[in-house]
């Protein structure tokens, strides 16, 4: 018999779950803010910001995640930085975030009828002034569902950084595996606690969209 | 500290990156075949198969949406031989990337399925079609069409998420990278290769994927 | 006997009832327009001959064939009767020939080279044996609606429900499928249709019916139905009250 209790072993998951929590809030808000710069450069009127904003976004969706996470662990230490797990892991994931909620959020702004852009620029508004007062205030209505919705991809994203040693929930199992040698109860236990974080999200999302599209037919 | 990039160092492990990208090809084909015909399947129990699978369908969608791919894996190779279900590590590997792109597909082609005209459904049954004559001949097609950029996407999704694999000793892109770094210390050359094989796999499925939906749906336009 | 017998319908929409008690029967070879304002059942009638509506009561048989709502019952009912739709309804991934072909294929069970051969004639009968390799989205509107009509044909039904054929189409295009209807009329094809082509429906039927408020409001001739409307709702939608 394994000296370990089922309930050692959840404890000490539930433990981990906290800085799959807290990484996945950080990486979330992070991406959020970097996210919205891409944003702004992505639907700039300047020719050399969007390249850049697309160049961006294609170089973090058009490569997987696991590999981001290598080159900054192990690219950063290159150029004379020591960095920790946590680090290079907030970091990648933080950028890798950015440059999905920079697309989402350009569907959401491009949803938003020309005419809008044209009335807010006869009002001679500046194109962060069209933004900040006209076009982002009705794109944020739309930006909800989606933005929720990936904000599970995040949570399961965070599940890779265990492979560059960040110890969180995914980490836990595997050393609690090694200990217990109870592979099935562990991984089980840590994919109810997975789903416990996201179906929630999951859920809120569909539920979002689907007033939403409500709201909209009544238009 | 002045470090210089060295890729001529990784020269010699050519033939290692080789088989990686041979076995990453091999998870996506197997994986994205199998995968789309479970989501097919899982598809069409949701939208108009037996109402008793209808929860079970659900579920194993819900679960495998939100949780991480990583943890499906080590569940199937870690977990299962407790239960007296060993896989080896390729079998592993594919198992929990079809079931995975299973659940994914499965609500992408339903979304598919559920924009199809009510007229399709009806000029079928006055043809005096059955359901599952009505579904496989008039509706699957023209549903599959609909979303294939989006099932495009997802292969591709599930493809970058296939380097995890490299964790239970599956010989992939990852794999080698990881092999050559240990070897050589010349970890960020090692997988600024790798994600750039990567990066070139995902163009040649996309292209792939573009071909074969030319061949199957010989209509650029579906109709409304 | 009578090819079609329709008695006692009556069909509900939650509290909507939209057809009140209907009886109609249609003989072999007759050529029957419902006419009538929308919205007075005459498309939800046409729709429960073919079992796209399930009716709540009376009964509907088709050549002794009752319907019933199970599989079983609708199929062998729908094999005697095919139906034309307003929106054509062609398969969008089926070439015309395919989509022709289709169904002799799966649910008859006829093998590929017969089933070609059989469109290729029902295309030719309708006008459009060139086009058998044409895709939907290649042909007009009246050339998509005549191809739904080979389609039918070749299921070999012996009544066709045109549900208002015509009234989707450009006007110039509305002809060519009527000379089509028309010509299956000659030949002797049993036909229901929903029209709102009033001289159409007065050269090629032999009874019109009026549809008011989810009743048979009036039957007969065509010649007396335009000729002499008999009750003021018909005066009305006919326009000489």
């Given at each position: 018999m394994s000296p370990?209790?089922?309930?050692?072993?959840?404890?000490?998951?539930?433990?981990?779950?906290?800085?799959?929590?807290?990484?996945?809030?950080?990486?979330?808000?992070?991406?959020?803010v970097v996210g919205l710069?891409?944003?702004?450069?992505?639907?700039?009127?300047?020719?050399a910001a969007r390249r850049l904003a697309i160049l961006y976004i294609e170089l973090f969706q058009g490569t997987p995640l696991l590999m981001q996470l290598f080159l900054f662990f192990f690219g950063l230490s290159l150029i004379g930085f020591n960095v920790p797990p946590w680090l290079a892991a907030g970091l990648a994931l933080t950028l890798w975030t950015a440059a999905f909620l920079a697309?989402?959020?350009?569907?959401?702004?491009?949803?938003?009828?020309?005419?809008?852009?044209?009335?807010?620029?006869?009002?001679?508004?500046?194109?962060?002034?069209?933004?900040?007062?006209?076009?982002?205030?009705?794109?944020?209505?739309?930006?909800?569902?989606?933005?929720?919705?990936?904000?599970?991809?995040?949570?399961?994203?965070?599940?890779?950084?265990?492979?560059?040693?960040?110890?969180?929930?995914?980490?836990?199992?595997?050393?609690?595996?090694?200990?217990?040698?109870?592979?099935?109860?562990?991984?089980?236990?840590?994919?109810?606690?997975?789903?416990?974080?996201?179906?929630?999200?999951?859920?809120?999302?569909?539920?979002?969209?689907?007033?939403?599209?409500?709201?909209?037919?009544?238009? | 500290m002045a470090y210089s990039l060295d890729f001529g160092a990784l020269a010699e492990y050519a033939p290692i990156f080789a088989k990686g990208v041979a076995v990453t090809s091999?998870?996506?084909?197997?994986?994205?075949?199998?995968?789309?015909?479970?989501?097919i399947l899982c598809a069409w129990v949701r939208t108009d198969g037996p109402k008793a699978l209808r929860p079970i369908v659900s579920l194993y969608v819900e679960v495998i949406r939100n949780t991480p791919f990583l943890i499906q894996l080590f569940f199937i190779f870690f977990g299962l031989p407790s239960i007296g279900v060993s896989l080896t590590e390729m079998q592993a590997a594919i198992l929990a990337m079809v079931v995975n792109l299973g659940a994914y597909a499965a609500e992408i082609i339903r979304a598919g399925i559920e924009a199809t005209p009510r007229g399709q459904f009806e000029a079928g049954a006055s043809l005096a079609m059955t359901r599952?004559?009505?579904?496989?001949?008039?509706?699957?097609?023209?549903a599959l069409q609909r979303i294939w950029p989006a099932l495009s996407s997802q292969i591709i999704i599930v493809m970058f998420g296939s380097a995890v694999c490299s964790q239970i000793a599956v010989e992939d892109i990852t794999f080698a990278a990881n092999f050559i770094q240990s070897r050589n210390f010349r970890a960020f050359e090692a997988y600024i290769v790798a994600t750039v094989l990567y990066l070139i796999l995902a163009l040649i499925l996309r292209q792939i994927m573009r071909s074969l939906g030319t061949i199957i749906f010989p209509r650029r336009r579906v109709v409304r | 006997m009578s090819l079609i017998a329709i008695t006692e319908v009556r069909k509900r929409f939650g509290d909507n009832e939209v057809?009140?008690?209907?009886?109609?029967?249609?003989?072999?070879?007759?050529?029957?327009?419902?006419?009538?304002?929308?919205?007075?059942?005459?498309?939800?009638?046409?729709?429960?001959?073919?079992?796209?509506?399930?009716?709540?009561?009376?009964?509907?048989?088709?050549?002794?064939?009752?319907?019933?709502?199970?599989?079983?019952?609708l199929r062998a009912l729908r094999l005697k009767v095919g139906m034309i739709f307003q929106s054509f309804n062609l398969f969008p991934h089926l070439t015309a020939g395919r989509n022709v072909m289709l169904s002799p294929m799966v649910v008859k069970k006829v093998p590929a080279k017969e089933a070609q051969a059989e469109a290729q004639a029902r295309l030719e009968q309708v006008g459009l044996g060139h086009k058998f390799d044409a895709y939907p989205d290649e042909l007009s509107g009246g050339q998509q609606q005549r191809v739904a009509i080979a389609r039918a044909l070749a299921m070999k039904p012996l009544a066709l429900l045109c549900d208002e054929i015509t009234s989707a189409l450009d006007p110039e295009l509305v002809n060519e499928v009527l000379q089509v209807v028309g010509k299956l009329a000659a030949e002797g094809m049993t036909l229901l249709m929903v029209t709102h082509e009033m001289r159409f429906a007065r050269e090629v039927c032999d009874r019109?019916?009026?549809?008011?408020?989810?009743?048979?409001?009036?039957?007969?001739?065509?010649?007396?139905?335009?000729?002499?409307p008999k009750t003021l709702e018909l005066q009305q939608f006919l326009g000489i009250a």
């Open positions: 370990f209790t089922t309930w050692d072993i959840v404890r000490n998951l539930l433990f981990a779950a906290q800085w799959t929590v807290i990484l996945s809030l950080v990486a979330f808000i992070g991406g959020g710069l891409m944003l702004f450069a992505r639907t700039s009127k300047r020719v697309e989402i959020w350009r569907g959401c702004v491009e949803a938003i009828p020309r005419g809008q852009w044209e009335a807010s620029s006869s009002l001679a508004m500046s194109y962060f002034e069209q933004m900040r007062y006209v076009v982002l205030p009705q794109a944020l209505r739309i930006a909800v569902p989606p933005t929720v919705g990936f904000s599970v991809q995040v949570v399961k994203a965070t599940a890779l950084t265990s492979i560059i040693g960040f110890v969180e929930l995914s980490k836990a199992s595997t050393m609690i595996t090694n200990a217990t040698f109870q592979p099935f109860v562990v991984y089980g236990f840590a994919a109810l606690m997975y789903f416990a974080l996201c179906w929630p999200l999951s859920k809120s999302s569909q539920l979002l969209e689907r007033k939403l599209n409500v709201a909209h037919r009544n238009h | 091999e998870l996506t084909l197997v994986g994205g075949v199998l995968g789309v015909g479970l989501g599952l004559q009505i579904f496989r001949n008039v509706v699957l097609v023209p | 057809l009140k008690g209907i009886n109609l029967d249609v003989a072999a070879g007759e050529v029957i327009a419902i006419i009538g304002k929308s919205g007075s059942g005459k498309s939800t009638l046409l729709r429960c001959i073919n079992g796209l509506e399930t009716i709540d009561e009376g009964t509907i048989l088709v050549a002794g064939a009752q319907l019933a709502p199970d599989e079983l019952h019109v019916v009026f549809m008011h408020q989810g009743r048979v409001h009036e039957i007969g001739p065509p010649e007396e139905v335009f000729g002499a």
